[in-house]
């Protein structure tokens, strides 16, 4: 069955120093690996889709890259407005032969003024 | 205009009682989910529908049933209500089956007591 496993859970910085969330995965052929992000009572943002290791997608003051075996959301120099929980999922195959997502528990990120 | 919209937003209900949560997406995309995330924020998806067409059914008791009018609209019955029903219920839609970018609506808190 299909893994994926998140770390840390919590993770508190202050504003301005830089870190990266692990997003480590046991999947049956990878089609894709999704970052996004969750502000608390709302619904999963996407922010990227890493296809093949080595590739690497940037955003703002967030950059993810991608291995065989897992892959790491960074974020450089972190403003409060980063504060959210950053979900990973594997794009694999379902029980009904299709494509679906599966989510790992989240990384929950606190940025401190 | 919002791409995923969903009602209610919140929904306490008694045990045994019978619910509907209703999803619609402006977005004109083929697919459409439904997921459910934990206490413990794990999202993991229930079921998707392609164009109407039932194309993903995950490990759900049958007291779930998603109907799909319309390729815009998702909606989730769920009889009988228990108290482990109690969660969040976010419902999600992509430009197709391949479930890449997902769109998420807003989500349904639903607590059963």
């Known amino acids: 069955e299909d893994q994926v496993t998140q770390s840390p859970e919590a993770l508190r910085l202050q504003e301005g120093e830089s870190s990266s969330l692990n997003c480590s995965y046991t999947?049956?052929?990878?089609?894709?690996l999704f970052w996004y992000r969750q502000d608390p009572g709302k619904g999963p943002e996407f922010l990227f889709t890493?296809?093949?290791a080595g590739e690497e997608k940037e955003k703002e003051r967030l950059k993810a890259t991608l291995t065989k075996k897992e892959s790491f959301l960074h974020i450089t120099a972190p403003k409060p407005e980063d504060s959210a929980t950053y979900l990973c999922?594997?794009?694999?195959?379902?029980?009904?032969?299709?494509?679906?997502?599966?989510f790992g528990t989240g990384t929950r990120l606190t940025i401190i003024p | 205009d919002t791409a995923v919209s969903q009602t209610p937003k919140y929904l306490v209900t008694q045990m045994g009682n019978d619910k509907s949560i209703k999803c619609e997406q402006n977005?004109?995309?083929?697919?459409m989910y439904w997921y459910k995330q934990d206490s413990k924020k794990f999202l993991k998806i229930m079921f998707s529908?392609?164009?109407?067409?039932?194309?993903i059914n995950e490990t759900v008791p049958n007291r779930f049933s998603p109907k799909s009018p319309d390729k815009a609209h998702l909606n989730l019955h769920i009889n009988s209500l228990e108290l482990g029903d109690s969660a969040v219920y976010f419902c999600?839609?992509?430009?197709?089956?391949?479930?890449?970018?997902?769109?998420f609506g807003p989500g349904t808190r639903l607590t059963v007591t």
């Open positions: 999600a839609s992509s430009q197709d089956y391949r479930a890449a970018r997902q769109y």
């Open positions: 999922a594997v794009q694999a195959i379902s029980n009904f032969g299709n494509e679906k997502l599966t």
């Open positions: 977005l004109g995309h083929d697919t």
């Open positions: 999947v049956s052929g990878l089609r894709g």
């Open positions: 529908y392609n164009n109407k067409e039932l194309i």
């Open positions: 890493l296809y093949s």
